[in-house]
């Protein structure tokens, strides 16, 4: 059987959906190892990743699941720096469904290829019960902005974990007390842009610290919208090491 590794910023949100998983499955499981958490707190962790999938080096085949998108950076860098050679797919599909449709198909013995498809492919019974969700409205851009406060901005990315799933959050919080949209533009890999709105949008910039990001607001509340996000950047998300006093 190909083996699971689980990558999550939790470890306990990791057991738990993988005991979910795991009721699923009838007979032998396959291998599974969890790579959650970093230095006891929330996180991920590139070399404890490395050693879960070296850890199953004897599979033909490991499939990496992870949860928000700085796991996928992880799993990235896990990638360069393991010792196997066996090969891997990290799955673009989702977390708790993911994980149970690859455990339940890996049990069958089936290939990585078939398995990781099936992962990608895994919120489509979900998907097919809802409603289409319908557009957002598009807000009209501001007639004027006050030099003090302006609409668009380039800000460098300062803080040593870059846009993860932490300070992520706070860019949709901040946003979200606005009437503005706020688009995101990573301008040094050339990805987006993305609405400040979305979480998972801005995971999928991959931003990393020394990044250049773009801002570009709209809507009647833009500019604060936007010095805000500015602030927020400025300031490192509050993750930079602090200053020994002279």
Excluded: C
Excluded at 43 to 66: E, F, N, Q, R, W
Excluded at 147 to 166: C, F, Q, T, W
Excluded at 188 to 201: E, F, M, Q, R
Aim: proline share 7%.
């Amino acid at each position: 059987m190909i083996g699971v590794v689980v990558v999550s910023h939790s470890e306990r949100l990791a057991e738990a959906a993988v005991e979910l998983g795991m009721q699923m499955v009838h007979g032998d499981a396959p291998p599974v190892r969890i790579a959650a958490g970093a230095d006891g707190r929330f996180g991920t962790d590139a070399a404890a990743v490395a050693a879960a999938i070296d850890d199953l080096a004897d599979s033909p085949g490991v499939l990496v699941v992870t949860d928000l998108g700085s796991a996928v950076l992880s799993a990235g860098l896990a990638l360069e720096l393991r010792e196997s050679t066996t090969e891997v797919v990290v799955s673009g599909g989702p977390f708790v469904e993911g994980i149970t449709a690859a455990l339940v198909l890996a049990a069958t013995g089936a290939p990585l290829g078939e398995v990781a498809r099936e992962v990608s492919a895994a919120l489509g019974a979900k998907a097919a019960q809802l409603e289409p969700v319908p557009d957002a409205p598009v807000l009209a851009p501001a007639p004027a902005a006050t030099a003090e406060l302006p609409l668009s901005a380039d800000e460098v990315l300062v803080n040593p974990e870059g846009l993860h799933a932490r300070p992520a959050a706070m860019f949709v919080q901040a946003v979200g007390g606005y009437d503005a949209l706020v688009d995101v533009t990573n301008l040094t890999t050339g990805t987006g842009p993305v609405t400040a709105k979305s979480l998972i949008g801005l995971l999928s910039l991959g931003a990393k610290q020394g990044h250049r990001l773009k801002l570009d607001g709209h809507g009647p509340d833009a500019a604060t919208a936007v010095s805000e996000l500015r602030r927020l950047l400025a300031d490192g998300f509050g993750e930079l090491p602090a200053t020994a006093p002279h």
